[in-house]
Nanobody
Framework: QVQLVESGGDWVQPGGSLRLSCAAS????????MSWYRQAPGKERELVAT????????NDADSMKGRFTISRDIAKRTVYLQMNSLKPEDTAVYYC?????????????WGQGTQVTVSS
């Protein structure tokens, strides 16, 4: 049974930091690209960052570059999102995603999300 369990979401003041974790089970963790997405109220879900199965990482949104860092611990089957210099506009539910393309078929799994609230 595939599971992605996020944790670490919290309320934090602007300028603060949080580290989100996503514990994975039920699939070959090292073979999947792992990503963090977020969805703010009334907005579409957007990609925050990806770490590929090969270990390369990308941050696709200019608004988050230099502030958010994705990493993983293969032994612990966990992916992290370190978020620094948080802003109120970072308030959202953050979701963990695992994705893999194999033999022409895409496999993708989602966690349940963890709430991050940035306000004073």
């Amino acid at each position: 049974q595939v599971q992605l369990v996020e944790s670490g979401g919290d309320w934090v003041q602007p300028g603060g930091s949080l580290r989100l974790s996503c514990a994975a089970s039920g699939f070959t963790f090292s073979s999947y690209d792992m990503s963090w997405y977020r969805q703010a109220p009334g907005k579409e879900r957007e990609l925050v960052a990806t770490i590929t199965s090969a270990g390369g990482s990308t941050n696709d949104a200019d608004s988050m570059k230099g502030r958010f860092t994705i990493s993983r611990d293969i032994a612990k089957r966990t992916v992290y999102l370190q978020m620094n210099s948080l802003k109120p506009e970072d308030t959202a539910v953050y979701y963990c995603n695992a994705a893999r393309l194999r033999l022409g078929k895409k496999y993708t799994y989602w966690g349940q999300g963890t709430q991050v609230t940035v306000s004073s």
